[in-house]
């Protein structure tokens, strides 16, 4: 168990749609990561969040967007989705960059699957 | 740019045999470089890394890695396979310093072991 825990474990919807991906990060971590895993594309970076700002961003459509809250937890917004959204959404953590933040921590994902 | 190359797509080995995982990488600076395991419908989990210092590392589960500066490689090894190594298993690469301490992620080598 890495202490970063996501809900749903899994989510089916339509196209169209819109969902909300909840996780909370290991106690103490200030930056939350949202990565994509799908078969075509393998893990993608989609955006980190530090201290609740923005900090980097890497593959994310205009469709979704994040945020962190001031209790540190984050939620990945996903909307119009399409049938090529259907993924493994994860979820990880790094402590402040003092006390070693390069490592992160993945939570077990959210299976996302759109019908 | 960054990246990862993880030459096997996948491995069978028997059990009780040896086990080496190869991962290049591409850094234009000094890497941290780490190794992950995600067993079916489970997250990622953190084998072993590398920031500095002794170029072999020992991580969980038997694993260890050995870092090449002259092959820019960190492949991964154990001496004895068990039937529950059976996963995929990422190399990645990160800055060693930075605030946004995102990594770049191989395409996975998938084990499959073998009674």
């Known amino acids: 168990d890495s202490g970063v825990t996501q809900t749903p474990k899994h989510l089916i919807t339509a196209t169209g749609q819109r969902v909300t991906l909840r996780c909370s990060p290991r106690s103490g971590d200030l930056s939350v990561y949202w990565y994509q895993q799908s078969l075509d594309q393998g893990l993608q970076f989609l955006i980190q969040y530090y201290n609740g700002e923005e900090r980097a961003k890497g593959n994310i459509l205009e469709r979704f967007s994040a945020q962190q809250f001031p209790d540190l937890h984050s939620e990945l917004n996903l909307s119009s989705l399409e049938l090529g959204d259907s993924a493994l959404y994860f979820c990880a953590s790094s402590p402040s960059m003092a006390a070693g933040g390069n490592t992160i921590y993945f939570g077990e994902g959210s299976w996302l699957t759109v019908v | 740019a960054q990246s990862v190359t993880q030459p096997d797509i996948h491995i069978t080995v028997s059990e009780g045999a040896s086990l080496e995982l190869r991962c290049n990488y591409s850094?234009?600076?000094?890497?941290?470089l780490f190794w992950y395991v995600q067993s079916p419908g489970q997250g990622l989990q953190l084998l072993l890394k590398?920031?500095?210092?002794?170029?072999l590392v020992q991580g969980i589960k038997g694993f260890e890695a050995e870092f090449k500066r002259s092959q820019s490689s960190f492949n991964l090894r154990k001496p004895s396979v068990h039937w529950s190594d059976a996963a995929e298993y990422f190399c990645?690469?990160?800055?060693?310093?930075?605030?946004?301490?995102?990594?770049?992620f191989g395409t996975g080598t998938r084990l499959q072991v073998t009674l």
């Open positions: 590398y920031f500095s210092g002794d170029t």
């Open positions: 990645a690469v990160g800055p060693h310093t930075g605030t946004a301490s995102k990594l770049t």
């Open positions: 850094y234009g600076a000094t890497p941290y």
